[in-house]
């Protein structure tokens, strides 16, 4: 595919990976809406500034794992030159230099809107103190996932680092910008979700199996294979959606607010076994339809639990 013609801006809108947004977008509205659910009072400042470092962080994530990936993205291109999506780096869409200064930017800028954001509520004395740590700790979780000098996703351990920053750090960063409480009745929908963001972590690397094998990168699809690789998100998919149901149960005696993200999910998990076994190595495009069946699970689940709390807490509670 020849690039030449493309603009500067559609090459930085495709370097974004506009279909990858949800993955941090869903945590932070989940983060929101049980944050929403602790507070008194709906914070608009709180919604600003979880909504401006989540977009940044994306932005940090997306660029820098680009940058991060180039060898084995490179190795992919190689292997298999009409079989991959193209790759920012290897086909030549932007240069190196230009991904690692533009993630570095956004990352600082992240930082300076939590900074400023923890300054702002401090101001109107309704201080969020350690806002700021908070974010960078999110930003940290991403250079130990991908960048030197640790690089766990080449290592091991990549997949547990992104269930703790985008099912736990990110949306609790947003719950607590927007309730400004440090623990709550309302985080144990995040143990439910964490599990979910395990199997999408452990999903992301079906297709990248071989390349990564190759360039040393281990990963579970890697290192164990398909096979398990497919059984073990599903399996997550199950005890997700049952951390749902039993957390918000047993805890706030609130079953169906669980029991909402648990059905969508559910609903999802179908589709997706039936799917699962056309979904083996190198089948690139039954791949991207298991995993479109498993961000719906994970994505639309995560959203039906936030909106039937937010019902609750509006329209029922009052």
């Not at 660029?63 to 009409?82: A, C, E, T, Y």
Request: positive net charge.
């Amino acid at each position: 595919m020849d690039f030449s013609s493309w603009s500067m801006l559609r090459r930085w809108r495709y370097a974004l990976k506009p279909g990858s947004w949800p993955k941090l977008l869903v945590p932070c509205v989940l983060g929101q809406g049980l944050g929403a659910l602790a507070a008194p009072r709906l914070s608009w400042l709180g919604l600003l500034v979880g909504v401006s470092f989540t977009l940044c962080d994306l932005a940090f994530i997306v660029f820098l794992n680009d940058w991060g990936d180039q060898s084995v993205d490179r190795i992919k291109r190689d292997m298999f030159p009409h079989g991959c999506s193209p790759k920012t780096i290897p086909d030549g869409i932007l240069g190196a230099r230009a991904l690692l200064l533009a993630g570095l930017g956004a990352g600082a800028f992240g930082l300076a809107i939590a900074g400023g954001g923890e300054w702002l509520f401090a101001l109107l004395a309704s201080p969020r103190a350690g806002l700021t740590w908070m974010a960078l700790a999110c930003l940290c979780v991403f250079v130990a996932y991908s960048l030197p000098p640790l690089r766990l996703n080449y290592r091991g351990g990549g997949e547990v680092l992104e269930m703790l920053g985008v099912g736990v750090g990110l949306p609790y960063l947003n719950f607590y910008a927007q309730s400004g409480s440090f623990g709550s009745v309302w985080l144990w929908p995040l143990v439910g979700f964490a599990l979910l963001s395990l199997a999408s972590a452990f999903a992301s690397g079906l297709s990248d199996e071989e390349s990564d094998r190759a360039g040393g990168k281990r990963t579970l699809a890697s290192s164990a294979g398909n096979r398990f690789t497919r059984r073990a998100t599903e399996g997550l998919v199950l005890l997700g959606a049952l951390a749902w149901v039993l957390c918000d149960g047993l805890v706030s005696g609130l079953w169906f607010i669980g029991g909402a993200g648990a059905l969508i999910a559910v609903r999802y998990w179908v589709p997706l076994r039936r799917v699962s076994a056309s979904a083996v190595t190198n089948a690139f495009k039954e791949q991207g339809l298991y995993k479109l069946h498993l961000h719906r699970a994970i994505w639309r689940g995560a959203l039906g639990l936030t909106t039937a709390a937010l019902l609750w807490r509006y329209l029922g509670r009052g």
